[in-house]
């Protein structure tokens, strides 16, 4: 009788590009309130140098300043709050981690991957308002909440998510 022969099947590499591959990844770290503003940049710039060097590309870079901890962390009580938003492949998180980790003046970090419905879901509050107002006469006080409520349920996007 013939041996028999294991067949190994793979996908093609070349056919798959690189949008393809990229997700969108979402990061807030904490960097030492103790540092001077100059400094606080100088680690956020070096964050975006290893997003950056590793093919990934920067949307949006919210900095929410200094803020005071709940608990003590690595026996500090206060923290610089950053929220970096980027596009990349999957192997710039354990990078990113790594990074993270080995620089000393960062406290904490969280880095995640929004999926589909969570980015579906995201509005900015100033993309809503410019959807909601009209921009010839400006809301005030109760009515405005009234009147921005009714104009919400009238928006498909909103009701669509909601389920209503």
Sequence with gaps: MPAERA????????????SQKQKIYETTFIVN???DDPQIDGVIDKVKDTITKNNGEIMEIAKWGRKRFAYPIKKKNNGFYVLCEFKSGGDIVARLERHFQLDENIIRF??????????QARISANDLMKQLTPASAPL?????????????D??????DQAGV
């Design 33 to 35: 309130a103790s540092l």
């Design 7 to 18: 067949v190994l099947i793979t996908r093609p590499k070349g056919n798959i590009s690189m």
């Design 140 to 152: 005030t006080g109760a009515s405005a909440q009234a009147e921005i409520s009714d104009e919400i």
């Design 110 to 119: 969280l880095i995640i991957a929004l999926d589909k419905k969570s980015l």
């Design 154 to 159: 009238q928006i498909p996007e909103i009701n």
